[in-house]
Structures are given as structure tokens and as C-alpha cells.
């Protein structure tokens, strides 16, 4: 048995690699803040969802199925939700079977994997309940699958036979054992026997074969009777451990699955108390440049501030360059902070803080924002931007994407303009798509001069009193980024007066 819910054709990896700058997104996109909101105080959600929004799915078809069962969790939430808690309450009874137990034989371990399968089994039992009450109301080709197998798998038929084998197990009538005489009468091939079926009457009456009775104090005499269980029950303790361990597994991973289609419920649900759009992009794939929607906004300042923000309409269809200028405080880093988390969610299955969004898939998200001054004092700003690029060179591929949030602008803006055209160049020659928000004009208006088919040059608006509408629409670099509309805004007062005085 296997859910298949987040994959179609295997289990969740728990052990597989995360990406190299899995801190760097984590920091830059401000990633805690939304899986703190998708797992609301479940430390198990969070680290699953963390895996999966960051372990990215790069085929379009993959993505597709899992925002069907998304869709599926959305209409159904009741159901997804006690599907999941009854995952975690199998897994949490059975964990009770082993206490105090000391599985050192086989007929120890076969005892104590026939409770654990008797508990497993009302669990099996009640799935396959809820199968036949609520897959008629699942249209995602994940949980039609996952709802056929349970009602095939485990029919009544099925689990009516389980329960006779494990009563069995119980050898309420002793065990029947068989074995082989060698050299010297020493056993061999000891196998365990099924019961013959006998009616009361021959139970009662059965006189056939020999027998003898151990004295009550012959510890010898019990121990060897103890070997001789242990070689018959061997085979069959293995056999059922075995089982065990396979529907313990699929709990298992019933519940890692189903945990990040809840943390999603609980993010969904949030969204829309807030009033925030929320839709499900059209992921393309990689070959193609493809970026545009509708209201795309960030959805961890949504969170933070517990209000509607605003949104932004973006028209990159074919551009590996966005270059984004404007006014200070004018909503650039936030238009960039929702463009890399639109990216993570597309590729995790998830939806978006968007009205619509169609992006291409890519091989890998790797930001470079720019940091606090290095407390140690080992290395200046410039030379730990530089490390940091170099870092993201040496795992960066063509049809990734890069996001940088005022990069080099740590030195004068010639130096810095210089180092990060070179950069940019260099990466968009390798077929990397790059995002950039920098109010050097320099750099900017260096590359709007070469007039690039391939690039896009968006600028935060600025109305004509100073006030930011936080909206950013295509338009060439400007010469200044108003940043004495900052200073009136703190100081109450105007720069010229500032230096008058």
C-alpha cells in the first residue's frame, strides 16, 4: 500500500538533500513566517512543508497533479483533515505495544507484532470506511487512486481473514510444530503448523499422537520447550513483523503526506479571513520564458501585517532580465520577495497570492540580498557580496533563477554598477533569468540603453505629492530614486532645508 499524494509514482523523500542555499531563501524570502502560518504550532507540518516548498518539482505534469489534490483538500478539508488525524493516532497507538517489552525471541516478537497488527487493523478498518463514505467526492487523480486501493485492498473479505490469522497467532490451542530428525535425533526445518479444524466433540475426545507433561519446577525442561517455540515461530514472527513494518510505514507516510495538504489548508484558510486572492498558477515548463499575472502580491507581508496588500500586475513573457528601479519605500523588494515566493509555491503543488499567475518552471531559486555589516569584522560588505555571488556561481545552472535585492550596492555606484553588469551579463549568457532591484542608475540605465529584447525595466510609482502607491508598472530608469521623499517622511523636514540649517 502507498499514498502516493504527493507523487504519483513514489513515496515522500524524508532523507533527500535540501538545496545549498536553503538559509539563503529561507532568510530572504522571510519563508518562516509562512510555514509558521501552514503549520500553526505542528513542528512536524513545519518541517515537511519547509522540505517540500523547497525541494522543487520541475515537471509541469507533476506539479498539475499535485494541485489537483490540493483542489481535492480545498473542497474537502473536513475529510483531509481526519484522515490525517487518523494517521497520527494509529502511529501514536501502536508506539504502546513495545512498552515494557523486550523483543529478544521470536515468540516475544511475534507477540507483540500480532498487537500491533490488531491495533493497525481497526485503523485499516476505518480507512476503508471512509473510503466507501467520501471517494465519490474526490475527483483528483491522486485520491481517486489512493480511495480505489483502500476499498480493493482492504475489503471486508480482507480484514475478516487478518482477524482469524491473528487470533490464530494466539494459539489458543497450542502451537503445532513440526520438524525433521538429523544424525544424533537433532531437529531441523522446524516450520508451525496450521490447526486442523475439529469440531467440540473431537477437541474434547482427540487422544492421537504422544505427549508428556514438564514438572512445574524442571526449568530445563521449560527452557528447551521455550528453544523449541522459538525455532517453530521464527519464520512466521519475521513474516509478520515484516507486515507490520509495511502498514506502520504507510501510516507513516500517510500522515507526512497529508501534512503538507493541511499546513496549505491552514495558509488558504488564513488568506481568505485576510480577504487575499489565492489561485492555482499554470506552471510551463523550463524551455520557455514565462512570467505574467495578475495581482501578484507577497504573501508573508500579507501574514505579517494581517491586512490586505497590494498587488501587482507583471508582463515578463520571454524576458530573462527585470530590471527593477523607483522611488525608495516604493514596494521594490516586496515585488521581489512575491516573485520568488510565487516561484516556490508553483513548484511545490501549492497556490499562490495571486489573481493569476503563468511562470515556467526552473532548475533552481537562488537570491542575493544585501546583509547587515559582518560583526566579526573578517571581511568588508563587498568582499561578503562577492563571496556570497561566487557561492551561487558555482551551483547555478542555466534555467535557473536569481533574484538580487540591491546587490554591489555596498561600494560607490561605479564600482558597484561595473562588478554587477559583469555578473548579470555572465549569467544571462548562461540562459540564467535574473530579477533585479537596484537604484544604481548606472547599471540600469546601462542595460535599458542596450535595448534588449529580452529585457524588462519595471519602476515603483511615485505620485506627484511623494506618496507611494506601491504599485511598480514597465517604465525606463530614472536618474534618482527620490530618496529626499524618505527623509521629509522621518524628519518632517526637507533635504535643502536640512542643509540650509
Not at 513545519?46 to 473542497?75: G, K, N, W
Not at 490464530?168 to 510444530?177: D, E, R, T
Amino acid at each position: 500500500m502507498k499514498a502516493l499524494l504527493l507523487y504519483s509514482d513514489r513515496d515522500f523523500d524524508f532523507e533527500c538533500d535540501l538545496p545549498a542555499n536553503e538559509e539563503a531563501l529561507i532568510q530572504d524570502l522571510e519563508l518562516n513566517t509562512l510555514l509558521s502560518t501552514m503549520a500553526a504550532g505542528d513542528r512536524f507540518m513545519f518541517d515537511v512543508s519547509r522540505r517540500t516548498l523547497l525541494l522543487s518539482l520541475l515537471d509541469p505534469e507533476a506539479i498539475a497533479y499535485r494541485q489537483q489534490v490540493m483542489a481535492d483538500c480545498c473542497d474537502q478539508p473536513a475529510v483531509v483533515r481526519e484522515l490525517y488525524a487518523l494517521a497520527g493516532e494509529a502511529l501514536t497507538a501502536q508506539k504502546s505495544v513495545w512498552w515494557g517489552l523486550r523483543n529478544d525471541s521470536p515468540r516475544r516478537m511475534l507477540s507483540s507484532a500480532v498487537q500491533k497488527m490488531e491495533l493497525f487493523s481497526d485503523f485499516l478498518r476505518r480507512l476503508h470506511t471512509m473510503a466507501e463514505e467520501h471517494a465519490s467526492r474526490f475527483s483528483s487523480p491522486g485520491f481517486k487512486r489512493f480511495f480505489a486501493m483502500l476499498r480493493e485492498e482492504l475489503d471486508d473479505a480482507y480484514l475478516e481473514l487478518v482477524d482469524i490469522r491473528l487470533k490464530a497467532l494466539k494459539f489458543p490451542s497450542g502451537m503445532l510444530i513440526s520438524a525433521q530428525l538429523t544424525s544424533g535425533n537433532k531437529g531441523k526445518a522446524y516450520t508451525l503448523r496450521r490447526q486442523p479444524e475439529q469440531g467440540f466433540l473431537g477437541r474434547i475426545f482427540d487422544r492421537s499422537g504422544h505427549s508428556f507433561t514438564i514438572p512445574e519446577r524442571d526449568i530445563g525442561g521449560f527452557t528447551a520447550l521455550g528453544t523449541l517455540e522459538d525455532r517453530g515461530t521464527n519464520l512466521v514472527a519475521n513474516a509478520l513483523a515484516q507486515s507490520v513494518d509495511h502498514v506502520e510505514g504507510f501510516f507513516i507516510m500517510l500522515r507526512t503526506e497529508l501534512a503538507f495538504y493541511v499546513a496549505c489548508l491552514n495558509l488558504s484558510e488564513r488568506l481568505a479571513e485576510q480577504g487575499e486572492p489565492t489561485t492555482f498558477p499554470t506552471p510551463v515548463a523550463g524551455g520557455e520564458r514565462a512570467l505574467s499575472g495578475r495581482g501578484v502580491y507577497d504573501v508573508c507581508l500579507a501574514l505579517t501585517t494581517g491586512q490586505r496588500v497590494v498587488g501587482n500586475d507583471v508582463d515578463a513573457d520571454g524576458k530573462s532580465l527585470m530590471m527593477i528601479t523607483g522611488a525608495n519605500q516604493g514596494g521594490k523588494s516586496t515585488f521581489l520577495r512575491s516573485l520568488g515566493l510565487a516561484q516556490l509555491m508553483t513548484q511545490s503543488g501549492m497556490f499562490v497570492g495571486a489573481e493569476s499567475l503563468r511562470v515556467n518552471v526552473c532548475d533552481g531559486v537562488f537570491t542575493h540580498y544585501k546583509r547587515e555589516e559582518d560583526e566579526t569584522m573578517e571581511s568588508g560588505k563587498l568582499d561578503e557580496e562577492l563571496a556570497r555571488m561566487s557561492e551561487i556561481a558555482n551551483h547555478v545552472t542555466a534555467n535557473c533563477l536569481l533574484l538580487c535585492n540591491e546587490s554591489f550596492a555596498s561600494t560607490n555606484e561605479r564600482e558597484g554598477s561595473q562588478i554587477a553588469r559583469q555578473v548579470v551579463t555572465a549569467l544571462l549568457d548562461e540562459g540564467v533569468k535574473v530579477v533585479f532591484v537596484t537604484h544604481m542608475f548606472d547599471l540600469a540605465d546601462g542595460f535599458h540603453r542596450r535595448q534588449l529584447d529580452t529585457a524588462l525595466f519595471v519602476r515603483a510609482e511615485r505620485r506627484s505629492d511623494g506618496e507611494r502607491s506601491y504599485k511598480l508598472s514597465p517604465g525606463a530608469p530614472l536618474p534618482t530614486s527620490y530618496g529626499e521623499d524618505s527623509y521629509r517622511k522621518i524628519f518632517g523636514t526637507n533635504v535643502e532645508a536640512a542643509q540650509a540649517n
